[in-house]
């Protein structure tokens, strides 16, 4: 059984087999199934050295674990624990603080199972009786422990199932498809209220149906659906590439686009009417040599239309003072991203940014949080309505906005999210282990300080050198947003339930 916490995110943006393929679901069409083929491996280019793989696997640091460390003897004293005791389980989850105080600054969350060694203690208040140290740092209430004669353990958020991409498997949920709280409720055809005409669902469900009156039902996270209603999620195998270990071509080098993730028809001319010159793969890596015309030059007589290729540019460090060495770039024409360390990119890869450009603001942002795993869902104030169950590797760099992996999708290098930097299941981990601070071992949220944080830079040709985004700014029109919606969502509740109160739900 994963052990996970859930956080639902009010303003977010918007396991199959591996060898198995599936048209990817976007949150706002109708669902038509088709063939997604896998990324290919690229083909040389005649005027350079063979381009690394687009889908090469991405380096990750090495599992953080918890060190073992001798039980701490005046805290088992102080709270009268079994002499045996050698580890606090967490009995739920449980925030942590920088210093012995509810109200000091939050540093993340540590999930439920958990085992910690038993460090110091201090005597709290009374809301809080006693205090423990959390590792590797922080501090929790102890009204959340329990003692515990297992050794301390604690496992990096989230599980991946060996040979596995995600953590489980997902399902959209069919168009006009009910959902119902309870079997009663199916029994008595009175299913949940759509908070919007378009709602949209990805959902995870249980093993074990149900069935009702001959009707098999499914048990997923937003409640009973009838199981053919359902359809499963094939994630995209996609992933970047390690630059360090697999230098590009040329510098600038760009992926192939294929509209029908096919091939690309390359020209001997930089005209749409040239003889053909060969073709290239969907996410193919290749040189840019020359741009004219519409097109790009890939090889010795070999033309791209412009529009067919996403090309990837070195860009300098952003001049921020006492900036953290790595950071991120990512360019909103192209829909590619970079990841430096220092002056040197070290991995590149395709995105999805917001169908609309104001959805992911040019900026200078800063990573502000990580969460393992997490649910996601339209605010009141969208027009439609959506949510996302157990989004894993969530990096947030500003509020609603979070790089994340994008299991209902394989159209990465095309604007498609609601706001959210969606990317590859191995490319969304790969940022997320990548990104410093690293989330510690039993860990499933991690606040980050602003004056530490690394940059995240959003820009395009309109913006090429973007402000710097206003926290603090930001912190206010909260505020504000969160009353808002507070106010929409209890019309929505009393209009949901005078409905209800009316008649049951149409058959």
Not at 307 to 316: E, F, H, L, N
Not at 334 to 353: C, H, K, N, R, W
Request: overall charge positive; glycine content about 6%.
């Amino acid at each position: 059984m994963i052990r996970l916490g859930i956080l639902l995110l009010i303003a977010s943006c918007g396991s199959g087999d591996r060898g198995r393929a599936q048209a990817p679901r976007d949150l706002d069409v109708p669902y038509q199934p088709h063939a997604t083929p896998a990324p290919a491996a690229p083909s040389p280019a005649p005027e350079a050295e063979a381009p690394p793989a687009a889908t090469a696997t991405p380096p990750a640091p090495p599992p953080v674990t918890v060190a073992p460390a001798p039980p701490n003897a005046a805290t088992i004293a102080r709270l009268a624990w079994p002499a045996g005791t050698t580890s606090i389980a967490l009995r739920s989850s449980a925030h942590v603080y920088a210093t012995p105080d509810e109200k000091s600054e939050p540093l993340g969350k540590i999930i439920i199972g958990t085992r910690l060694p038993v460090g110091e203690s201090i005597d709290g208040d009374k809301r809080c009786k006693v205090w423990l140290a959390a590792t590797p740092r922080g501090w929790i209430c102890g009204r959340y422990v329990k003692p515990s004669a297992l050794p301390p353990e604690a496992d990096v958020q989230p599980e991946i199932p060996s040979g596995r991409l995600l953590p489980q498997d997902y399902y959209g949920i069919k168009k006009g498809a009910k959902r119902y709280a309870t079997e009663d409720d199916v029994r008595a055809n009175i299913s949940r209220p759509e908070p919007k005409i378009e709602s949209t669902y990805m959902v995870t469900k249980d093993k074990e149906t149900v069935e009702i009156d001959g009707v098999v039902y499914a048990k997923t996270s937003v409640g009973l659906v009838v199981a053919s209603e359902l359809y499963k999620h094939w994630p995209s195998t996609f992933a970047g590439v390690d630059l360090v270990k697999n230098p590009p071509p040329a510098w600038p080098f760009a992926y192939v686009i294929a509209t029908n993730r096919g091939t690309v028809t390359a020209r001997a001319t930089a005209d749409k009417k040239g003889a053909e010159a060969g073709s290239f793969k969907h996410r193919e890596i290749v040189p840019v040599l020359e741009e004219a015309a519409g097109f790009v030059r890939v090889g010795d007589g070999k033309w791209l239309e412009r529009t067919s290729v996403r090309i990837a540019r070195k860009r300098p460090k952003p001049a921020v003072e006492a900036a953290h060495p790595k950071w991120i770039d990512l360019d909103r024409d192209e829909q590619v991203m970079i990841a430096y360390q220092g002056d040197t990119p070290v991995f590149a890869t395709l995105f999805s940014s917001g169908r609309r450009k104001k959805d992911t603001p040019p900026a200078l942002y800063r990573i502000r949080s990580k969460t393992a795993i997490t649910k996601m869902a339209a605010e009141e104030r969208e027009a439609s309505h959506y949510e996302v169950s157990e989004v894993p590797w969530a990096t947030r760099f500003r509020s609603g906005l979070y790089f994340h992996a994008a299991y209902w999708h394989d159209s990465f290098g095309t604007p498609k999210s609601h706001g959210c930097v969606n990317l590859s299941p191995a490319d969304a981990k790969w940022v997320y282990e990548w990104t410093e601070p690293v989330m510690p071992a039993g860990w499933n949220e991690l606040e980050v300080a602003v004056p530490q944080s690394m940059i995240v830079r959003v820009h395009d040709a309109a913006h090429p050198d973007p402000p710097v985004f206003d926290y603090d700014k930001e912190a206010i029109e909260r505020v504000k947003i969160r009353k808002r919606e507070k106010e929409l969502k209890k019309k929505r509740e009393e209009a949901e339930a005078e409905a209800a109160g009316l008649a049951p739900s149409a058959p």
